[in-house]
């Protein structure tokens, strides 16, 4: 027999206006009550009726993510922080991968905006919103995470590597270098921009050349970065800014299999993503992002714009923090 909210309001001793607005998260319920409301709902084994609701608000509850490379724990730990926010506002989350191509995003784009999600949150590998405007319905919810882009005016949830950078490029000065490297990933990338801006404006301000030789970009998503590596190296780099956690994986690697040692003979500013990944990273300065506040901040901003007739656009940059542990070193 199916369980109804009726039943499971006679169970908590509340109404059933309160069992709907616990269910439905549409109105705050004390902490007391929402726990009352819950016990009844496992015991009696209540499950809503999601059509019926759907076809009565118009909502499908599901947010459709779209995301350049979902092997990417970056882009993992972004999926998993958004997805722990939705499925406790019993949204369900619709990830798509676009593997870098604009072709695939604009498409998934397509798809998610025809009407089968209330709205997308997108790390976009677009350059100009103008590409995209046309795709999506107007006042269509949508939250730009990671990545801006040129002419939109939407809601965003970025971090910044700015002041990040120029600290870890002044330890790196400190520690003797001059011929500071920069491997970067795709130019376009506004996440890129910011970084290589870092680069050069800290470089100039402590008067060392910005040498073209010593600046390089990978153009595709699965590069393993072995040539620019190699060929920064050979150009006398002694220290690398690495552009992201891939990069600074791939030079470690590459490090690794030249008996190249690190910190000792060339040193990094890279990425790191996990706490775990202390274990296995050699001794080098990297940038500690706050990933998951960053999707928690995206999913939560777009159930504002669901709940929100009329919401106003908000931007939110979170700052990363520049992790520093020599403690293995004898450097002072």
């Known amino acids: ?56 608000t ?22 998993e922080a958004i997805e722990d926010v939705l499925s406790n506002n019993h949204y369900a989350l619709l990830i798509l991968n676009t ?49 801006t882009m040129k002419n939109a005016s939407c809601d965003t949830v970025l971090m910044s590597d700015y002041e990040a950078i120029t600290d870890g490029i002044d330890i790196l000065i400190s520690h003797g270098h001059k011929k500071i490297g920069f491997i970067g990933a795709l130019p376009e990338l506004s996440t890129t921009q910011e970084r290589f801006l870092a680069y050069k404006n800290q470089l100039a301000k402590n008067n060392l050349e910005i040498n073209p030789e010593l600046i390089l970009f990978t153009h595709k998503l699965e590069s393993d970065n072995q040539i620019q590596i190699k060929q920064i190296l050979e150009n006398g780099c002694t220290a690398i800014v690495a552009c992201n956690n891939l990069i600074t994986t791939n030079i470690i690697i590459y490090c690794d299999n030249h008996k190249i040692s690190i ?62 542990d020599f403690s293995n070193s004898n450097r002072n």
């Open 58 to 79: 118009g909502r499908k509850h599901i947010i459709g993510l779209i995301v350049p490379d979902v092997s990417n724990s970056f882009f993992a730990k972004i999926i």
């Open 263 to 324: 910190p000792e003979q060339v040193e990094i500013l890279g990425y790191k993503n996990s706490d775990r990944m202390d274990y296995f990273l050699p001794e080098s300065l990297y940038i500690k992002q706050p990933v998951l506040q960053m999707g928690r901040i995206a999913a939560t901003r777009m159930l504002q714009i669901l709940s929100d007739e009329e919401p106003t656009t908000q931007n939110s940059i979170i700052p990363s923090a520049l992790d520093i």
């Open 99 to 147: 593997k870098e191509k604009e072709d695939l995003e604009i498409n998934s784009i397509k798809l998610c905006s025809s009407g089968i999600v209330d709205g997308i949150i997108i790390a976009s590998s677009v350059f100009d919103y103008q590409k995209i405007e046309a795709t999506l319905p107007n006042s269509f919810p949508i939250v730009f995470i990671d990545r």
């Open 1 to 56: 027999m199916k369980i109804t909210m009726r039943e499971v309001a006679k169970k908590a001793n509340v109404s059933i206006a309160t069992v709907s607005h616990v269910v439905n998260n549409t109105r705050i319920v004390s902490d007391e009550t929402r726990k009352q409301v819950v016990s009844a709902i496992n015991e009696l084994h209540f499950y809503p009726d999601i059509m019926a609701r759907n076809f009565k």
